[in-house]
């Protein structure tokens, strides 16, 4: 019955969500619509880091570098192809092979978490540095200038599936990226509520006790690897269709940083509180970015060290326990005034 209950929950708030999208996207103006864009686009990014961290346990601090992945592929592949319909399924499916290959060999390697964290934040920097420095004309893939620091300019934003002349227009971008980030957060939802999920959290919770108990641990953890970096390279997709433009600023360190922050925040072991926390910390840095008084980086690592040291859970894990505690006060005193009346 937790089961059912747990999946009709969930299609629930994915209809209020889209609803409340499709209602948005006929009423706000233009700018602020391209706003809300890229925040959710930012949401699945960070959605796919609170999956990998926050159940399995893989803490990856180069989550930019398949996000940047799913950036350059797309946009190599629609300038080659003049259709976003095939660039799309491209943009996931690279990143989430290069995982596959990147993840083979840290799990199947016996590499610590420590080590892991450090190897995938090098591949982040490796990436950011070679396409930084590919400036030169005869950087080029096909049809597709690398353009170095200067970035690929002009990139074709998404059409209907196999039609290149009829391009979204905004409000059909906006609900696009609405709709992803739901679909991504139902299949997660479904995925942990799976044998596979419940596995996954079981080996973030006891990784030997796990392996004794039968189960293919480096499988498990390469699988999940996977899924999170296919889900940011379909943010890394969206993210070049809301400015039509992509550079190697999507592989920079800051960019790795930010999610780190979004999952801290918002709370590991949750899929919608690292969402909420990212279009709230991305809302106050869209604030913070229009005047010139207070750096933006400073007040980000200013909200990273109170979480850290005074609210390790999060805002919504530590939300959740104080209001169970609050709902069970009540019904600690009927217990007692029943104790009390009994002779």
Known sequence: MKKFSETYQTLALAVV???????????????????????????????????????????????????????????????????????????????????LLLGYVIFYGGVSDVYLGAITLAVSLVLFNWINSTSGSEYHLG???????????????????????????????????VGSLVLCYVLLKFTLMSRFGKTVVAIRENEQRAGLLGYNVPAHKLCTFAIGAAIAGLAGCLYVNWGAFVSPGVFSLSQSAQIIIWVIVGGRGTLIGPVLSCIALQWLVTRLGAQQTVDTNLVLGIILAIFVLLIPGGILPTLKRVFMRKKKRPQARINADVQEVKP
């Open 17 to 99: 969500v889209m609803l409340a999208a499709l209602w948005l996207s006929g009423v706000i103006e233009l700018y602020t619509l391209l706003s809300l864009t890229v925040f959710f686009v930012m949401g699945i990014l960070a959605l796919s880091l609170a999956f990998i961290w926050g159940y399995g346990g893989i803490l990856c601090f180069g989550q930019a570098a398949f996000f940047g992945l799913g950036a350059y592929t797309y946009s190599i592949a629609v300038i080659n192809w003049g259709d976003s319909t095939w660039a799309v399924l491209a943009a996931i499916a690279v990143p989430m092979l290069f995982s």
């Open 143 to 177: 049809q597709a200038l690398l353009g170095g620091f200067n970035g690929i300019p002009s990139v074709p934003t998404l059409n209907i599936p196999f039609n290149p002349d009829n391009v979204l227009s905004p409000e059909a971008l906006f609900m696009v990226t």
